[in-house]
């Protein structure tokens, strides 16, 4: 069945570093793909999202591209901020089945001052 | 603003009782959803519904019954609350395919 699997955590990072969180995936058909962020104590918020192939969701400063040839969607910031610790969360869109979600387990971020 | 917002954020209930979680949205999803959250197991999904008086199992629906009478409401009961069920419950709602959802700041239930 579909599935989605990241890189896990923690991640741990110095303010302005470089950030990637990978994520596969395995898909019946051409499902859309999001990333979620959770902070800390609340819901999920929508971070960003690519619904065909090559498309780039872009948002905040952080960006991933829908490559189809690789199975992924990796999540990537040039320069990271305190603010942005959280904990990250794929997602795909299962074929087929309406709106439902399959996510990934979550990795949390950590960044340092 | 537009919110999706769940009745209580911390909820401790014994073994045995029936628990309702309630869930209220504001932006005319049609789809409404349950999930709850493990350490490691990220959101599985519970039970969904895409219309009044509909709904079908999610992929972990053991011990629990769901409710959506009206548009706005979408209520998660666990018939005989277990321990096993203590998590972090979050409701969603969403318009459909491809369309992103939208999430309640969530409920930590324990079962004692």
């Known amino acids: 069945g579909d599935s989605v699997t990241q890189m896990e955590g923690p991640v741990t990072l110095s303010e302005e570093a470089f950030l990637t969180i990978n994520c596969t995936y395995t898909?019946?058909?051409?499902?859309?793909l999001f990333w979620y962020v959770q902070y800390p104590g609340e819901g999920l918020q929508l971070l960003l999202k690519?619904?065909?192939?090559?498309d780039k969701g872009s948002n905040k400063g952080f960006e991933a591209t829908y490559r189809k040839e690789t199975t992924s969607f990796h999540l990537e910031k040039g320069s990271v901020q305190v603010s942005d610790s959280a904990v990250y969360f794929c997602?795909?869109?299962?074929?087929?089945?309406?709106?439902?979600?399959?996510f990934g387990q979550g990795t949390e971020l950590s960044v340092k001052p | 603003d537009v919110k999706v917002t769940q009745s209580s954020r911390y909820l401790v209930k014994r073994t045995g009782e029936k628990v309702f979680l309630e869930c209220v949205q504001d932006?005319?999803?049609?789809?409404m959803f349950w999930y709850r959250q493990d350490p490691g197991l990220g959101l599985r999904l519970i039970y969904f519904s895409y219309d009044v008086k509909m709904k079908e199992k999610g992929d972990i629906p053991e011990g629990y019954s769901v409710s959506r009478e009206k548009k706005e409401r979408f209520s998660l009961i666990l018939e005989s609350a277990s321990t096993n069920q203590t998590s972090m419950y979050l409701c969603a709602g969403g318009w459909g395919v491809n369309q992103p959802q939208h999430f309640g700041d969530g409920t930590r239930l324990s079962i004692l």
């Open positions: 997602a795909l869109n299962r074929y087929n089945q309406g709106g439902k979600l399959i």
């Open positions: 898909a019946t058909g051409y499902p859309s």
């Open positions: 932006m005319d999803h049609e789809n």
């Open positions: 690519a619904t065909k192939a090559d």
